[in-house]
C-alpha cells in the first residue's frame, strides 16, 4: 500500500523535474566535498606526526585547500536545500490544487457523507505533512545515497578489514529503525484520522456556535471536545515516542559500532598492518562516521515519512471519489431550451427510506411548477436529481430529449439558474457578487440586474456602492444577502430557474416587490418554484403537492382548492395559522 502511494507521490514530481536534476547535482557536489576534506586533512596530519621535518607549506595549502572545499560544500548544500524545497512546495501546490478541483466536480453525495472540517484538514492539514515529509525526504535521500557509495569505496580503499566489518555491523542500525517504524505505522494513521476528526468537530460547532449558547451546552461541547483532544493526544504522544526513539536507538548502535572500529584501527596502526597509519586511520573513521549518518538522518526521517504517508493516504482516498471528469465524453447541451421529462423516478439517500417513489412528470418550456408538500416529502430531493446532484436509482429524467446522465454536468447545469433558501456571498465587493453568475459582465449589466432585483438603491446606500467590500460578518441582514443573490440569478437569466424558498428571508414588502419581478424573469422560462408560503405560487402554471416522495396533487391553484384534497388541507391550515 505505501508502495502505491509513493509512486502516486512521485507522478506529482514529474513536472518539476529540473528541481530534482538540481537536487541530484547540488547533492553529489556536496557529498564529494566532505567526501575529499577528510583525505587533506588525513595528509596533513601524516605531515605533522612522525620523525620527519614539518612541512608548514604543505599544511598551509591544504587547509586554504580545505576551507575552500568547505565554501563549496556549503553553497552546494544551501542550492541543495532551495531545490528540494521548490520541488515539495510546487509537488504539495498541484496536490492541492487537485484537492480544491476534487471538491468543486465532486458529486453532492460523497460530499454529504462527510464532515466539512475533515475535508479542509484534507485540503490543508494533511497535505501540509505530505510537504514536511517530502522536504527531508528528497534531501535526506539524495545526499544518503551519494553519501553510502562514496564512503563505502574510500573505506575499501584504505582499508579492506575494517571496511567488511562496517559493511557486516551497519544493518543493526537499520534494523533498529525499520522495527521501530513498522510499529509506530498504525499509530501515525490513527493520529491523522483523530486530526480529521477534531478539524470536523470545531467546524461544526464553530458554525453552530450561536445554538449551543442559546440551549447552555457549552461546557458539553467543551467536554465532546476535550474527549477527542486527549484522544488525539494520546496518538500523538505514541507517534512522537516512535519517533523520538528511532534517532537516539540508531545513534546509539552507530556510537557502539564506531567505538569498536577506532580501538580495532589503532591497533592495527600499531601492528603497523595494511599500510595504516594516524592519518589514513582519522580519514577512515571519518569516512565509517560518514556512512553511518545517513543511515542516522535516514531513520530520523522515517517518522516523518510514517506521517506523510499516513497523510498521503487520506489526500488520496478523497481525490479517488469520482467526479465530473467521469463524464467529460458526455455531449454537452448547448442551448437548453427546458423541456424536462420524469419517468418512473425512484431516489433513495439510503436502503432504509425511499424519497422519490415511482415519480412521472412533464414539463414543457416555459411552464412555471410550483412544488409544495410538507417537511420531507421529497421537494429539495426532487431539484437535486434535475441538476444531477444526485443520480437516480431507477427511473430517467430527460432535457430536451436527452437523459441528462449522457450530458456533461457543466452543459446541463449551465441552463438552470437557483436561488435557494440560504444566501451565500463571499468576501469581495458586491459587484463582483453579482457577477458571479456571469464571467465579464459589464457594469451596466450588473446595475440593471440590482434594479430589477431592487438591489441598486440599497447598494448605493452603502459607502462605496458597488465598490463595497462584503462577507458574511459586514453586517447586512439575510434579507440583503438574498437580494444579492436574486441579483446574480437575474443577471444570469438561465433557460431554466429553481427558486427555492428564495424569498424566505425577505419582508413582505420586499416580497412583494420580488415576486413582481420574479414574473418577469420566469416569463417564457421553464421554472420550478418551492415556497412555505402557499400565497406566493398562486399564479404557477400547474402545482405538484407531494407526500412521501409521490405527486399526490397536481393542478391549477384554483383546480387543487375545488379538490378540497391535500392542497386544501394545507393551504387552510397556511391561512388559518396566520
Given at each position: 500500500?505505501?508502495?502505491?502511494?509513493?509512486?502516486?507521490i512521485?507522478?506529482?514530481?514529474?513536472?518539476?523535474r529540473?528541481?530534482?536534476?538540481?537536487?541530484i547535482?547540488?547533492?553529489?557536489?556536496?557529498?564529494?566535498?566532505t567526501l575529499?576534506?577528510p583525505?587533506i586533512?588525513?595528509?596533513?596530519?601524516?605531515?605533522?606526526?612522525?620523525?620527519?621535518?614539518?612541512?608548514?607549506?604543505?599544511?598551509?595549502?591544504r587547509?586554504?585547500?580545505?576551507?575552500v572545499?568547505f565554501?563549496i560544500?556549503?553553497?552546494?548544500?544551501?542550492?541543495?536545500?532551495?531545490?528540494?524545497?521548490?520541488?515539495?512546495?510546487?509537488?504539495?501546490k498541484?496536490?492541492?490544487?487537485?484537492?480544491?478541483?476534487k471538491?468543486?466536480?465532486?458529486d453532492?453525495k460523497?460530499?454529504?457523507?462527510m464532515?466539512?472540517?475533515?475535508?479542509?484538514?484534507?485540503?490543508?492539514t494533511?497535505?501540509d505533512?505530505?510537504?514536511?515529509?517530502?522536504i527531508?525526504?528528497f534531501k535526506?535521500?539524495f545526499?544518503g545515497?551519494?553519501t553510502?557509495?562514496?564512503?563505502?569505496?574510500l573505506?575499501?580503499?584504505?582499508?579492506?578489514?575494517?571496511?567488511?566489518?562496517v559493511?557486516i555491523?551497519?544493518p543493526?542500525?537499520?534494523?533498529v529503525?525499520?522495527?521501530?517504524?513498522?510499529?509506530?505505522?498504525?499509530t501515525f494513521?490513527?493520529?491523522?484520522?483523530?486530526?480529521?476528526?477534531?478539524?470536523?468537530?470545531v467546524?461544526?460547532?464553530?458554525?453552530?456556535?450561536?445554538?449551543?449558547?442559546?440551549?447552555?451546552?457549552e461546557?458539553?461541547?467543551?467536554?465532546?471536545?476535550?474527549?477527542i483532544?486527549?484522544?488525539?493526544d494520546?496518538?500523538?504522544f505514541?507517534?512522537?515516542?516512535f519517533?523520538a526513539?528511532?534517532?537516539?536507538?540508531?545513534?546509539?548502535?552507530?556510537?557502539?559500532?564506531?567505538?569498536?572500529?577506532?580501538?580495532?584501527?589503532?591497533?592495527?596502526?600499531?601492528?603497523?598492518r595494511?599500510?595504516?597509519?594516524?592519518?589514513?586511520l582519522?580519514?577512515?573513521?571519518?569516512?565509517?562516521?560518514?556512512?553511518?549518518?545517513?543511515f542516522?538522518?535516514?531513520?530520523?526521517?522515517?517518522?516523518e515519512?510514517?506521517n506523510?504517508?499516513?497523510?498521503?493516504?487520506r489526500i488520496?482516498?478523497?481525490?479517488?471519489?469520482?467526479?465530473?471528469?467521469s463524464?467529460k465524453?458526455?455531449?454537452?447541451?448547448?442551448d437548453?431550451?427546458g423541456n424536462l421529462?420524469?419517468?418512473?423516478?425512484?431516489f433513495?439517500?439510503?436502503?432504509?427510506?425511499?424519497?422519490?417513489?415511482n415519480?412521472?412528470?412533464?414539463?414543457?418550456?416555459?411552464?412555471?411548477?410550483?412544488?409544495?408538500?410538507p417537511?420531507?416529502c421529497?421537494?429539495?430531493?426532487l431539484?437535486?436529481?434535475?441538476?444531477?446532484?444526485?443520480?437516480?436509482?431507477?427511473g430517467?429524467?430527460?432535457?430536451?430529449?436527452?437523459?441528462i446522465?449522457?450530458?456533461t454536468?457543466?452543459?446541463?447545469?449551465?441552463?438552470?439558474?437557483m436561488?435557494l433558501?440560504?444566501?451565500?456571498?463571499?468576501?469581495?465587493?458586491?459587484?463582483d457578487?453579482?457577477?458571479y453568475s456571469?464571467d465579464n459582465a459589464?457594469?451596466e449589466?450588473?446595475i440593471?440586474?440590482?434594479?430589477?432585483?431592487?438591489?441598486?438603491?440599497?447598494?448605493?446606500?452603502?459607502?462605496?456602492?458597488?465598490d463595497?467590500?462584503i462577507?458574511?460578518?459586514s453586517?447586512?441582514s439575510?434579507?440583503?444577502?438574498?437580494?444579492?443573490?436574486?441579483?446574480?440569478?437575474?443577471?444570469k437569466d438561465p433557460?431554466?430557474?429553481?427558486?427555492d424558498e428564495?424569498?424566505?428571508?425577505?419582508?413582505?414588502?420586499?416580497?412583494?416587490?420580488i415576486?413582481?419581478?420574479?414574473?418577469?424573469?420566469?416569463?417564457?422560462?421553464?421554472?420550478?418554484?418551492?415556497?412555505?408560503?402557499?400565497?406566493?405560487?398562486k399564479?404557477?402554471?400547474?402545482i405538484?403537492?407531494?407526500?412521501?416522495?409521490?405527486?399526490?396533487?397536481?393542478?391549477t391553484?384554483e383546480?387543487?382548492?375545488?379538490?378540497?384534497?391535500?392542497?386544501f388541507?394545507?393551504?387552510n391550515?397556511?391561512?388559518?395559522?396566520?
Amino acid at each position: 500500500m505505501n508502495k502505491n502511494i509513493l509512486r502516486r507521490i512521485l507522478h506529482y514530481t514529474k513536472p518539476y523535474r529540473k528541481w530534482i536534476v538540481t537536487t541530484i547535482i547540488s547533492a553529489l557536489i556536496y557529498v564529494l566535498t566532505t567526501l575529499i576534506i577528510p583525505i587533506i586533512t588525513g595528509d596533513a596530519i601524516n605531515s605533522v606526526v612522525g620523525p620527519r621535518q614539518v612541512d608548514y607549506k604543505a599544511v598551509t595549502i591544504r587547509i586554504l585547500i580545505i576551507i575552500v572545499l568547505f565554501v563549496i560544500g556549503a553553497i552546494a548544500e544551501w542550492i541543495l536545500s532551495y531545490a528540494s524545497n521548490e520541488l515539495s512546495y510546487k509537488t504539495v501546490k498541484d496536490m492541492r490544487k487537485d484537492a480544491i478541483d476534487k471538491i468543486l466536480n465532486v458529486d453532492l453525495k460523497h460530499l454529504d457523507a462527510m464532515a466539512t472540517g475533515d475535508i479542509i484538514t484534507n485540503v490543508i492539514t494533511d497535505v501540509d505533512q505530505v510537504s514536511d515529509g517530502l522536504i527531508q525526504c528528497f534531501k535526506q535521500f539524495f545526499t544518503g545515497i551519494i553519501t553510502i557509495i562514496g564512503t563505502l569505496v574510500l573505506m575499501f580503499v584504505i582499508c579492506f578489514p575494517i571496511a567488511i566489518a562496517v559493511v557486516i555491523l551497519t544493518p543493526l542500525s537499520l534494523f533498529v529503525a525499520s522495527y521501530i517504524a513498522k510499529s509506530s505505522a498504525e499509530t501515525f494513521k490513527l493520529q491523522s484520522n483523530k486530526r480529521g476528526e477534531l478539524g470536523a468537530f470545531v467546524n461544526e460547532y464553530l458554525s453552530n456556535q450561536n445554538i449551543v449558547t442559546s440551549y447552555g451546552l457549552e461546557q458539553k461541547t467543551i467536554d465532546d471536545f476535550e474527549k477527542i483532544n486527549q484522544e488525539l493526544d494520546k496518538y500523538g504522544f505514541k507517534s512522537q515516542l516512535f519517533g523520538a526513539l528511532i534517532n537516539p536507538s540508531t545513534r546509539f548502535v552507530n556510537a557502539i559500532i564506531y567505538a569498536v572500529l577506532a580501538v580495532g584501527g589503532a591497533l592495527i596502526v600499531l601492528d603497523g598492518r595494511f599500510g595504516l597509519t594516524i592519518g589514513t586511520l582519522y580519514s577512515f573513521l571519518t569516512y565509517a562516521s560518514h556512512y553511518t549518518k545517513p543511515f542516522n538522518e535516514i531513520s530520523g526521517v522515517i517518522a516523518e515519512l510514517q506521517n506523510s504517508l499516513a497523510s498521503a493516504k487520506r489526500i488520496f482516498s478523497f481525490l479517488d471519489i469520482e467526479d465530473q471528469s467521469s463524464d467529460k465524453n458526455n455531449y454537452v447541451l448547448r442551448d437548453p431550451q427546458g423541456n424536462l421529462n420524469l419517468d418512473n423516478v425512484s431516489f433513495s439517500y439510503n436502503d432504509k427510506k425511499i424519497v422519490i417513489d415511482n415519480l412521472n412528470l412533464k414539463v414543457e418550456k416555459g411552464t412555471a411548477v410550483a412544488i409544495v408538500g410538507p417537511t420531507g416529502c421529497g421537494k429539495t430531493t426532487l431539484i437535486n436529481l434535475l441538476m444531477r446532484f444526485y443520480d437516480v436509482n431507477q427511473g430517467i429524467i430527460k432535457l430536451d430529449n436527452y437523459d441528462i446522465k449522457t450530458l456533461t454536468r457543466n452543459s446541463l447545469r449551465e441552463g438552470f439558474g437557483m436561488v435557494l433558501q440560504d444566501s451565500w456571498i463571499f468576501k469581495g465587493s458586491i459587484k463582483d457578487n453579482i457577477a458571479y453568475s456571469v464571467d465579464n459582465a459589464t457594469e451596466e449589466e450588473i446595475i440593471a440586474a440590482c434594479k430589477s432585483s431592487k438591489v441598486h438603491n440599497f447598494v448605493m446606500r452603502m459607502e462605496h456602492g458597488y465598490d463595497t467590500i462584503i462577507d458574511d460578518a459586514s453586517g447586512l441582514s439575510e434579507g440583503q444577502k438574498q437580494l444579492i443573490c436574486i441579483a446574480r440569478l437575474m443577471l444570469k437569466d438561465p433557460k431554466i430557474l429553481i427558486l427555492d424558498e428564495a424569498t424566505s428571508s425577505l419582508d413582505t414588502r420586499s416580497e412583494i416587490i420580488i415576486q413582481s419581478n420574479f414574473k418577469k424573469l420566469i416569463k417564457g422560462k421553464t421554472s420550478f418554484i418551492i415556497a412555505h408560503r402557499l400565497a406566493t405560487i398562486k399564479e404557477a402554471d400547474i402545482i405538484l403537492v407531494m407526500k412521501n416522495g409521490k405527486i399526490v396533487e397536481r393542478g391549477t391553484h384554483e383546480e387543487l382548492l375545488s379538490q378540497k384534497g391535500f392542497y386544501f388541507e394545507l393551504y387552510n391550515a397556511q391561512f388559518n395559522g396566520e
